[in-house]
């Protein structure tokens, strides 16, 4: 079985970017994300193990002194990070791993695995961003202005990344996302290794 890929995709708060890679697993075959550990609450229709491994801030200081994470980054004063060996048991069954990390955990994650594809995704204008963000109706006045300022900070390093998409068009975003998977698929590397037979085949 072939390693399958993992796939960084970041993106300023409200975006888009969670609902993007929902629809691409959902829409194209092989394809899994991988589920963050987090100190913060759950929000409501979040289930553990599910949207995220919700675990007390102890937990998390333990699984970093045990050196289980992948990424770990601190954002709006909560924890998030992403355990190494579920992305490997992930990616041994072939299945290409997305990780939805903002850009703190992306520059880990290429530290330690420099041929991970990147993916920054962008609004199409800060009144978009603005009204995604006051849309949610979960959060007060403050707490969306934190996030608004954020995302402009998260916004300041799109230039670290491989490829850029525009969450304008939601369907248009989402071809274009599953597009750099399916491109990346058929690179020679891969490919060599995937249809090592096929190739001894045709060239026997």
Known sequence: MTLG???IVAA???AGKTSLVKS????T???AVSISHTTRPPRPGERDGEHYHFVTPAAFEAMIAQGAFLEYAQVFGNHYGTSCSAVQIQR???LDVILEID??????VRERMPDSPSIFILPPSREALRQRLTGRGQDPVEVIERRMAAALDELSHYAEFDYLLVNDDFATALDALRAIL?????????QIERQRKLLQ???S
């Not at 691409?24 to 829409?27: F, G, P, R, S, Y």
């Not at 850009?103 to 880990?108: S, Y």
Request: net charge positive.
């Open 5 to 7: 890929t993992l796939y």
């Open 12 to 14: 300023p708060s409200g």
């Open 24 to 27: 691409l697993t959902e829409t």
């Open 29 to 31: 075959p092989g394809v």
């Open 92 to 94: 041994q069954t072939g």
């Open 103 to 108: 850009w703190q955990g992306a520059r880990q």
């Open 182 to 190: 399916i491109a990346h698929r058929q690179r020679r590397t891969l």
């Open 201 to 203: 085949l045709l060239l």
